[in-house]
């Protein structure tokens, strides 16, 4: 692929990639990126958060994901991401263009692993994916409770939840044997029968706060940005010299 074939789709199927930590959706999706600028040099996107006061190890961790991903797009050129109107926006801004690193980046104030961080949010959303699966076949069969420590993966239909929960278990590094059991804990451990109904109940505390959070900050968003109502969101410019379309956008 050459530079002049990178699309605005090539850029934006690989920015899909990447979540939020806290609410495991794509930054696409959340209304995350702002704009997507394609040059003769490369890409440019903006990135933009529900309010200044994100947080910083959050922010940090979409925006170099996003660079992440973008280098794997064939062709891309120079890769430019900027994050705008946060408190820390040149902090971050600067170190993913010198490829500083989170501790480069924070230094002193780099007091978590990223790493930590990136798996304490992968176990949130493994636990809320495999309460969505559980409570659909408790609510769509004639499983219960009790029937809950003997499912395996086979024993979960085809659909977006397994697919989901599929994804998490292969983050976290969990087998995806069909004959696996459905119900373990982050380690792949198997969960004990008296503990299960507990874990089931915990599992679905973090799944409604993962999905009343994603409504906060859709809010959030949608306020701050209110004077942007009716404009395309992320907006596609493409100024290359061999682009006939000199600005072409994309819902």
Do not use: W
Not at 6 to 17: H, I, K, N, Q, Y
Not at 42 to 56: D, K, N
């Amino acid at each position: 692929m050459t530079a002049e074939a990178v699309t605005s789709g090539d850029v934006l199927r690989a920015l899909s990639e990447v979540v939020d930590p806290e609410l495991d959706e794509p930054i696409t999706d959340l209304g995350f990126v702002r704009s997507v600028v394609l040059d003769d040099d490369g890409v440019t996107v903006h990135l933009r958060l529900p309010t200044a006061f994100c947080s910083p190890n959050f922010a940090y961790l979409m925006a170099s994901d996003a660079q992440d991903v973008l280098e794997t797009v064939e062709g891309i050129g120079r890769i430019r991401i900027l994050l705008d109107d946060h408190h820390d926006s040149h902090k971050i801004n600067s170190g993913l263009a010198a490829k500083a690193g989170y501790q480069g980046t924070f230094g002193v104030e780099a007091v978590d692993s990223l790493d930590d961080l990136r798996r304490t949010f992968l176990r949130k959303a493994h636990l809320a994916a495999l309460e969505r699966c559980i409570e659909a076949l408790l609510r769509e069969t004639s499983l219960t409770v009790d029937d809950i420590g003997t499912l395996t993966l086979s024993d979960i239909p085809p659909g977006r939840y397994r697919s989901a929960l599929l994804r998490r278990r292969l983050a976290l590094g969990l087998t995806l044997c069909p004959a696996g059991r459905v119900f373990v804990d982050d380690e792949g451990r198997t969960i004990p029968a008296e503990n299960i109904p507990m874990r089931l109940r915990f599992a679905k505390s973090v799944r409604i706060s993962m999905e009343g959070n994603s409504h906060f900050c859709r809010g959030l968003l949608a306020t701050r940005y209110s004077d942007d109502d009716g404009a395309e969101v992320p907006r596609i410019v493409d100024i290359r010299s061999t682009s006939s379309v000199p600005v072409r956008r994309v819902s």
